[in-house]
């Protein structure tokens, strides 16, 4: 059965840093594409980033040069560093596998103020 | 980029009702859509993908069709547990993925 679950989530000043985990089970991660996903509260959903197979990373505009996807193949987690985090940057933070986000994690809040 | 323009934006109904949700795509994206349903405070789970297909484990009342830019999602008799909000979801243009701005299903 596959299974995401995130974690790393919290209260962060603007400024900050934070990394995101998404630990996977079911499935290889470094096979599949990984995005993040992020949805701020009572708002739609917005993609953030994805990860290919190969190693390939893609960003969205509101993110890129302050975030970082990445994975650890031996733990077979998928990791989220973002760093200059900002008010608009709080959201809940999915995970989800393959090119056509078929599976997701449950979430985890991000919030960002002072 | 791809943009998806979802409608309605919200809609009410009874249970029994035939509802249909409609995303449009800026240009054609073959079958590369999915539907998610999404309960407060859950993650979005998908309904359909390529389009078309129902995803294991969602009952068949759920239906999707459309190719090219027109999408639709059907729910053929509404039930209790189907009040959400629905999303359509594009990855004909990945890595840049888009999504529909969501239908909130409410009961009438």
């Known amino acids: 059965e596959v299974q995401l679950v995130e974690s790393g989530g919290g209260l962060i000043q603007p400024g900050g840093s934070l990394r995101l985990s998404c630990a996977a089970s079911?499935?290889?991660?470094?096979?599949?594409?990984m995005s993040w996903v992020r949805q701020a509260p009572g708002k739609g959903l917005e993609w953030v980033s994805v990860?290919?197979?190969?190693?390939?990373?893609y960003y969205a505009d509101s993110v890129k040069g302050r975030f970082t996807i990445s994975r650890d193949n031996s733990k077979n987690t998928l990791y989220l560093q973002m760093n200059s985090l900002r008010a608009e940057d709080t959201a809940v933070y999915y995970c989800?596998?393959?090119?056509?986000?078929?599976?997701w994690g449950q979430g985890t809040l991000v919030t960002v103020s002072s | 980029d791809i943009q998806m323009t979802q409608s309605p934006s919200s809609l009410s109904a009874s249970v029994g009702d035939r509802v249909t949700i409609t995303c449009r795509a800026s240009?054609?994206?073959?079958?590369?859509l999915g539907w998610y349903q999404q309960k407060p405070g859950k993650a979005p789970k998908r309904l359909i993908y390529?389009?078309?297909s129902l995803q294991s484990g969602v009952p068949s009342r759920f239906s999707g069709s459309g190719s090219g830019t027109e999408f639709t999602l059907t729910i053929s008799s509404l039930q209790p547990e189907d009040f959400a909000t629905y999303y359509c979801?594009?990855?004909?243009?990945?890595?840049?993925?888009?999504f529909g701005q969501g239908t909130k299903l409410e009961i009438k």
């Open positions: 989800a596998s393959d090119v056509a986000l078929g599976y």
């Open positions: 079911g499935f290889t991660v470094s096979s599949n594409y």
């Open positions: 990860i290919y197979s190969g190693g390939s990373t």
């Open positions: 240009q054609g994206i073959r079958n590369d």
């Open positions: 390529a389009a078309s």
């Open positions: 979801l594009q990855h004909n243009s990945y890595p840049r993925y888009t």
